[in-house]
């Protein structure tokens, strides 16, 4: 049973476009909301993470939006590149080191 | 710092084969986990560490062991290998306890079972 759901499996934008990506929770003891990029042939690796106690986290072009009352967080990528062409995974956990991750959404930038 | 390493990177094993994937950390870190990526299912965790010494289960660990015996190496063990078994496995590690801190990824072991 996944905890964290995760859409789209995929999606495909054009070079400059916005990227969306949106993650849903059901455990209301989750605190903590990590994105991690992961590149073909390589580990995940964090990219921007966020608290509830805020609503939106912005680390350059990535932006964060998070929504309490719904459980639902997603991830923005503004002026996407190319170089952004990767599988995106948001993750939640508690005050425990346990992350549960969500299915993934693999993201294609077209030049 | 290498950070996360692993080997083998690809191994194909027979059905009813053992093997173990080892992993390494150069960073010091207390905590070490091991996950399994299957396509569309995310990453689900196997086993984790705290420390040298101690060892518990995640979400997945039917058909694995691990060991802690340093705080750098953190290695899993498969018996009896299985079809199911099929996925490409990473270790990763984090400084200390809670879900917060960020976990740092290897960069995994393809395995396939035949």
């Known amino acids: 049973q996944q905890q964290v759901k995760q859409s789209p499996q995929s999606l495909i934008v054009q070079k400059g476009g916005i990227s969306i990506i949106n993650c849903a929770y059901e455990n209301t003891a989750f605190d903590y909301f990590p994105w991690y990029q992961q590149f073909p042939g390589k580990g995940p690796a964090l990219l921007i993470a966020i608290r509830p106690d805020v609503s939106e986290k912005k680390e350059g072009r990535f932006t964060i939006s998070f929504n309490k009352s719904a459980k639902q967080f997603s991830l923005h990528i503004m002026d996407s590149q190319p170089g952004d062409s990767a599988t995106y995974f948001c993750a939640a956990s508690m005050t425990d080191y346990k992350l549960s991750f969500g299915a993934g959404t693999t993201v294609t930038v077209r030049a | 710092n290498a950070g996360v390493t692993q080997t083998p990177k690809f191994r194909i094993l027979k059905i009813g084969q053992s093997m173990t994937l080892q992993c390494a950390q150069d960073?010091?870190?207390?905590?070490m986990y091991w996950y399994r990526q299957d396509p569309g299912m995310g990453l689900k965790l196997i086993y984790y560490s705290v420390g040298a010494g101690i060892t518990d289960k995640g979400e997945v660990p039917n058909g694995y062991n691990v060991s802690r015996s340093t705080t750098e190496d953190f290695p899993l063990r498969l018996e009896l290998a299985a079809p199911s078994q099929t996925s490409v496995y990473f270790c990763?590690?984090?400084?200390?306890?809670?879900?917060?801190?960020?976990?740092?990824f290897g960069p995994g072991t393809r395995l396939l079972v035949l």
């Open positions: 960073m010091n870190h207390n905590y």
């Open positions: 990763a590690s984090s400084n200390s306890g809670g879900g917060q801190e960020t976990q740092y």
